[in-house]
């Protein structure tokens, strides 16, 4: 059984930092894709991050130079670190894994395995 757990979400000014972290058991960091999620009512889940199991980062375009994601392969823990947030980055965060070798593909549909969410609130 996959486990993941998201925590480091609270509520943050603009132009504020958050970094997320996100624990796995039941499978290797350095064995999956892991994804980083968010959504908000009314719009679809928007993949924000992720990183590869040969520790590739994939960051989309609107979120270059201010999000970042890493992990650590000794605590099987990925970490999505946010700065330069705006109030238009208030959402639920979802971390997200899928046991892959190879490139993996940011949409929510792909990713196999979910935490249950960490709400950011960014203030203006």
């Known amino acids: 059984q996959v486990d993941l757990v998201e925590s480091g979400g609270g509520s943050v000014q603009s132009g504020g930092s958050l970094r997320l972290s996100c624990a796995i058991s039941g499978e290797s960091v350095s064995n999956s894709c892991m994804g980083w999620f968010r959504e908000t009512p009314g719009k679809e889940r928007e993949g924000v991050a992720q990183i590869s199991s040969r520790g590739t980062p994939g960051i989309p375009r609107p979120m270059e130079g201010r999000f970042f994601v890493s992990r650590d392969n000794d605590k099987n823990i990925v970490y999505l670190q946010m700065d330069r947030l705006k109030p238009d980055d208030t959402a639920i965060y979802y971390c997200?894994?899928?046991?892959?070798?190879?490139?993996?593909?940011?949409?929510?549909?792909?990713?196999?395995?979910w935490g249950q969410g960490t709400q950011v609130t960014v203030s203006s």
């Open positions: 997200a894994a899928r046991v892959a070798s190879g490139s993996c593909v940011l949409k929510s549909t792909w990713y196999t395995h």
